[in-house]
């Protein structure tokens, strides 16, 4: 943790998705509150909805990302697979849906999709402690594109084998494309 206050002091901006790995826990009550501590610092949350449903079985996604937003950071994301995702931020909650493709291995596609928001934010100059005000008053309109093009990224990745992420230019429509919306 100490790692991420002085990240947030150099200027940066502090991703997090917890990617539960229920197997691998000795302790869950101390990995619910290691949980609740790192989203507590990170500006941007990402976390499926199989983590959130170990995590907090007897409450909604929704709910939950609607509590960690409100704990601290910027934005908090749902995804929910071939389903698309959830987004909530201070001016409430943006939704992209799935697109249908062919799944051949779901290898990074959790990644692929963090990666791809990531450089969204950066492309879109919201990146930086400096820039945190004007992250967390993204417009409904800016998340939906950033979320489109991440679910896209996604979606090419789990179509093909390996941890296989798209290039750039496969994200623009040239050289891989992916079927229509669900």
Known sequence: MQALIEARR???TISYDPNIRPTLIADAARARERVRQLVSLADIVKVSDEDLGWLHPDRTPLDVARQ???AGPAIVIVTRGGNGATAVTADGVVE???LNVAVIDTVGAG???MAAVIDGVFEAGLAGRARWELLARISN???????DTAVRAAAITVSRQGANPPWRQELAGKGH???ERL
């Open 141 to 147: 309109h800016q998340l939906e594109e950033i979320l």
């Open 111 to 113: 990644d692929t999709f």
């Open 177 to 179: 494309s992916v079927s």
């Open 96 to 98: 992209v849906p799935g």
């Open 68 to 70: 960690w937003r409100a």
């Open 10 to 12: 150099a200027s940066a």
